[in-house]
Nanobody
Framework: QVQLVESGGGLVQAGGSLRLSCAAS????????MGWFRQAPGKEREFVSD????????NYADSVKGRFTISRDNAKNTVYLQMNSLKPEDTAVYYC??????????WGQGTQVTVSS
């Protein structure tokens, strides 16, 4: 079992940047692929980005491609999401998730990101 705690959310103006962190504890962090998801008010949770266990491969939603960068530091048991050129439509609760095989089945509590216009 792995426990996930997100941090780094906040209020930022459009065009600004934030870096989210997700600290993992419990099982060996490098056993897991890691992902970031988000949920805006009144909307379904959506995929943002993910990264393989060793950082060798990353994926991004089209809406964030070129603006967001996912990375991980297995020595620190942490995954990051660098968010640049933020837009009001990026406003959401951002969740960190982990999986070994199959769907993501470990989730953090979320961190709020609010982008003002």
């Amino acid at each position: 079992q792995v426990q996930l705690v997100e941090s780094g959310g906040g209020l930022v103006q459009a065009g600004g940047s934030l870096r989210l962190s997700c600290a993992a504890s419990g099982r060996t962090f490098s056993d897991y692929a890691m992902g970031w998801f988000r949920q805006a008010p009144g909307k379904e949770r959506e995929f943002v980005s993910d990264i393989t266990w060793n950082g060798g491969r990353t994926n991004y939603a089209d809406s964030v491609k070129g603006r967001f960068t996912i990375s991980r530091d297995n020595a620190k048991n942490t995954v990051y999401l660098q968010m640049n050129s933020l837009k009001p439509e990026d406003t959401a609760v951002y969740y960190c998730a982990a999986r070994t095989r199959g769907p993501y089945n470990h989730w953090g509590q979320g961190t709020q990101v609010t982008v003002s216009s």
